[in-house]
Antibody
Framework: EVQLVESGGGLVQPGGSLRLSCAAS????????MHWVRQAPGKGLVWVSR????????SYADSVKGRFTISRDNAKNTLYLHMNSLRAEDTAVYYC???????????WGQGTMVTVSS | QSALTQPASVSGSPGQSITISCTGT?????????VSWHQQHPGRAPKLMIY???KRPSGVSSRFSGSKSGNTASLTISGLQAEDGADYYC??????????FGGGTELTVL
């Protein structure tokens, strides 16, 4: 079964850091671009970042550029999102997602909640 | 990186058809046939319903269809059913980044 499972969310103070993980199973993780998408409480989906299948290329939404870093470990079938200088507006459910065999995000994890508050 | 524009809400009665629009620009919707639509029920992860403007993933009902004209894409749901009530998000590949999403449309089945 194709599956993505996020972890690492929690409560963090403004200015703090957090690392999210996304464990992949059921498919050849190293073959696919992977993405992070977030959703603030009661709000819509917002694309955050993506990484090439071999980690050689990354891109970010302007709102997180310079603060967030996406990475992956293909040996561990795991995607990461390193988040620094967190702000209240970063509070959201963070989903990892991937385009498996189609030009669209067709595989999603269940999400992990990040709350930035003092 | 402006979000695509969707109506905040639409509604319809069981058996009717509804259409949700998604307006972008020449840098996203207008330039690529890479528009997709996701359905999201409360507390659940998004589910892909349409990709590459008109294609349906395996297992998605044929009642769901997509189209595009210029900078505007559309999702049509025919024969509305109670379980179709959810939030719907369009997305498009964008020149400047990767994927850009719409603000979402809440579908109410009356």
């Amino acid at each position: 079964e194709v599956q993505l499972v996020e972890s690492g969310g929690g409560l963090v103070q403004p200015g703090g850091s957090l690392r999210l993980s996304c464990a992949a199973s059921g498919f050849t993780f190293s073959n696919y671009w992977m993405h992070w998408v977030r959703q603030a409480p009661g709000k819509g989906l917002v694309w955050v970042s993506r990484i090439h299948s071999d980690g050689s290329s990354t891109s970010y939404a302007d709102s997180v550029k310079g603060r967030f870093t996406i990475s992956r470990d293909n040996a561990k079938n795991t995607l990461y999102l390193h988040m620094n200088s967190l702000r209240a507006e970063d509070t959201a459910v963070y989903y990892c997602a991937g385009p498996l065999g189609v030009n669209a995000l067709n595989i999603w994890g269940q999400g992990t909640m990040v709350t930035v508050s003092s | 990186q402006s979000a695509l524009t969707q109506p905040a809400s639409v509604s319809g009665s069981p058996g009717q058809s509804i259409t949700i629009s998604c307006t972008g620009t020449s840098s996203d919707v207008g330039s690529y046939n890479l528009v997709s639509w996701h359905q999201q029920h409360p507390g659940r992860a998004p589910k892909l319903m349409i990709y590459e403007v008109t294609k349906r993933p395996s297992g998605v009902s044929s009642r769901f269809s997509g189209s595009k004209s210029g900078n505007t894409a559309s999702l049509t749901i025919s024969g509305l059913q109670a379980e179709d009530g959810a939030d719907y998000y369009c997305s498009s590949y964008a020149t400047s980044t990767s994927w850009v999403f719409g603000g979402g449309t809440e579908l109410t089945v009356l």
